[in-house]
């Protein structure tokens, strides 16, 4: 091991040798598999040696497995049962998610238990406990027996990587230990857990944060929500973007040339804290009173979980203006972004959740395209971002103003301003994030300032 000296230097030249810990990384396209994928990034730009501690892809469920994977290390763990909980929740896959139609046949009981385990209480869905992770941070650690790092670094969720974080800072198999939430565990904004499981989550999160170096998250909202409840310092490190992805997208356009204003949504849209209702209101305001306006909009909505927007555009009357493709590669994501008259986001409010700045919003100011944002209520958060960076408007619950901005958009589409990414780099600087990253690696840890007997463990 490298040597430490009391103001946090280290005493010789060689690299730093970092393990990142996450359950979720490329090739798989999703959110959570792009924040420890750039912070690999970042880290082995400055000199680290970066190795990556995730999950085996499972063979026959390749779809949406195309992001680019990081050079360095990486040590895949298949995920025992993951197989049997795919199989019990395939019955309640959605059209276009590449798993097939609904099953014509009633799920059986198990499977109805497991899916609502799953969608109302966050069970093996990486968010809550129990989960099936549990099983592969055994084998994780079997795997990496032996092994010996400066920093790991392990993000949540699953919990699971935390575990492991906790199992190599305590056995002295790293020296320090920064613990990662880009999502909330305890105060989960989407699910609530399942008793008696969440007293046992409590105390865990407690011991994990309490032992950890250093504790970050993507928002100053949810890093006040974690240094209340646990009196320690939490440090921001935004969500960010790497902005050479974007200046290397095919530049066959995402959609047809035609005149149509195309409302774009790409991800998921969540069951709780989201309204995507406001939008099917405005767009109804907008076809009573411009109808030759509302006759040019088309909506694009490319995810997985998204039968609420089939219903609503039902109940509507829109579903000749809604196309849902299911979920895309990540490269025709960002190209339909691009390419969109107009990018819709949806904030998420719930009480207590203040400050959700998801990857997805820095992935739409990059874009260039006008961003249109509303929920149940304003988000300061995501008003101010949108509001100093001039690439849209919150409008929380406001239907009306949000309709006559429709309109607007839909009247003057052809003179509508397109930005640059050279003035995005204020608002999705990769390079101040891996700056920030960095300087925490090398910090003195509080831990080590402290005898054994004072650390819990």
Request: hydrophobic fraction near 40%; proline fraction near 5%; aromatic fraction near 8%.
């Amino acid at each position: 091991m490298t040597d430490t000296a009391s103001n946090g230097s280290r005493l010789d030249a060689s690299p730093m040798r970092v393990l990142i810990v996450a359950a979720h990384y490329p090739p798989v396209n999703s959110v959570a598999a792009t924040r420890p994928a750039q912070w690999a990034r970042l880290l082995s730009q400055r000199g680290c040696v970066v190795s990556v501690l995730t999950t085996a892809i499972r063979e026959g469920s390749l779809q949406g497995y195309d992001l680019t994977v990081p050079p360095g290390e990486l040590i895949r763990v298949a995920v025992p049962g993951s197989r049997l909980i795919a199989r019990l929740d395939s019955p309640f896959a959605e059209p276009g998610s590449g798993r097939g139609e609904r099953s014509q046949h009633r799920p059986g009981m198990i499977a109805r238990l497991t899916s609502w385990l799953r969608r109302s209480r966050g069970v093996f869905t990486s968010a809550r406990m129990p989960d099936h992770h549990d099983l592969w941070m055994l084998a994780a650690l079997w795997r990496i027996r032996g092994r010996r790092w400066d920093v790991v670094i392990s993000t949540h969720g699953p919990y699971a990587c935390h575990l492991v974080g906790y199992y190599l800072r305590r056995r002295g198999r790293a020296r320090r230990w920064i613990s990662d939430y880009r999502d909330l565990w305890v105060d989960n904004h989407i699910y609530p857990g399942l008793f008696p499981f969440t007293s046992l989550e409590r105390y865990l999160e407690a011991v994990f944060c309490h032992n950890a170096d250093v504790i970050t998250t993507v928002s100053d909202g949810l890093a006040a929500r974690l240094a209340s409840r646990h009196g320690r310092q939490v440090e921001v490190i935004h969500n960010t973007i790497d902005l050479d992805m974007w200046r290397h997208l095919d530049a066959t356009p995402a959609f047809p040339s035609d005149e149509c204003v195309r409302l774009v949504y790409t991800g998921t849209v969540y069951p709780v804290g989201q309204d995507p209702e406001i939008l099917f209101r405005a767009l109804a305001l907008v076809r009573s009173r411009a109808p030759t306006e509302f006759a040019r909009l088309r909506m694009v909505f490319a995810g997985k979980s998204q039968s609420s927007i089939r219903e609503l555009a039902s109940h509507y009357g829109m579903t000749d203006i809604l196309d849902q493709p299911g979920q895309v590669s990540r490269d025709l994501a960002l190209r339909m972004q691009r390419d969109a008259g107009v990018l819709i986001f949806f904030n998420f409010c719930a009480d207590g959740h203040a400050g959700i700045l998801t990857s997805k919003l820095f992935e739409y100011l990059v874009s260039g395209t006008r961003i249109l944002s509303m929920g149940t209520k304003k988000d300061p958060s995501t008003a101010a971002m949108l509001a100093r960076s001039e690439r849209g408007l919150d409008f929380g619950d406001d239907v009306s103003e949000l309709a006559k901005e429709i309109e607007r958009l839909a009247s003057h589409s052809a003179t509508e301003e397109k930005y640059v990414l050279a003035s995005t780099r204020e608002f999705v600087d990769s390079e101040r994030c891996g700056d920030a990253l960095y300087r925490l690696l090398g910090e003195q840890p509080d831990s080590l300032l402290r005898p054994d007997w004072m650390v819990r463990s």
